[in-house]
């Protein structure tokens, strides 16, 4: 196994076992991205923000993850909601990420 395959069983096991947890949720979708499994990170990061609306890394990985499975205009949104969540909160680092990544979005799309 590799060691992005152990750390996705980990979680796995975690979420199984407490699946109200948005922490294991999250550490979920951080292994599933960084195998770049992109629709089962993207999946994991929308449950996070189910059980948290303002969870804004999670609208902000969900709209990279939606990013690179072209599905633009729910990348749009998700990256729109992480900002609003940066403003509201008083963060400003995530603008730059958000920035970059708005700027991956096809102009057509």
Same mark, same amino acid.
């Given at each position: 196994?590799?060691?992005?395959?152990?750390?996705?069983?980990?979680?796995?096991?975690?979420? &199984? +076992? $407490? /699946?109200?947890? /948005?922490?294991?949720?999250?550490?979920?979708?951080?292994? +599933?991205?960084?195998?770049?499994?992109?629709?089962?990170?993207?999946?994991?990061?929308?449950?996070?923000? $189910?059980?948290? +609306?303002?969870?804004?890394?999670?609208?902000?990985?969900?709209?990279?993850?939606?990013?690179?499975?072209?599905?633009?205009?729910?990348?749009?949104?998700?990256?729109?909601?992480?900002?609003?969540?940066?403003?509201?909160?008083?963060?400003?680092?995530?603008? &730059?990420?958000?920035?970059?990544?708005?700027?991956?979005?096809?102009?057509?799309?």
């Amino acid at each position: 196994m590799s060691r992005s395959t152990d750390r996705i069983a980990f979680f796995s096991n975690l979420v &199984e +076992q $407490d /699946p109200g947890n /948005p922490l294991h949720r999250f550490a979920l979708a951080q292994a +599933q991205l960084d195998a770049e499994d992109w629709a089962a990170a993207e999946a994991t990061y929308a449950v996070c923000l $189910d059980l948290d +609306q303002g969870w804004m890394m999670a609208a902000i990985r969900r709209g990279r993850c939606l990013i690179e499975l072209s599905r633009w205009a729910e990348a749009r949104q998700a990256l729109e909601l992480g900002a609003g969540l940066a403003e509201k909160q008083g963060h400003e680092e995530p603008f &730059e990420e958000i920035r970059a990544l708005l700027d991956g979005i096809p102009d057509d799309a």
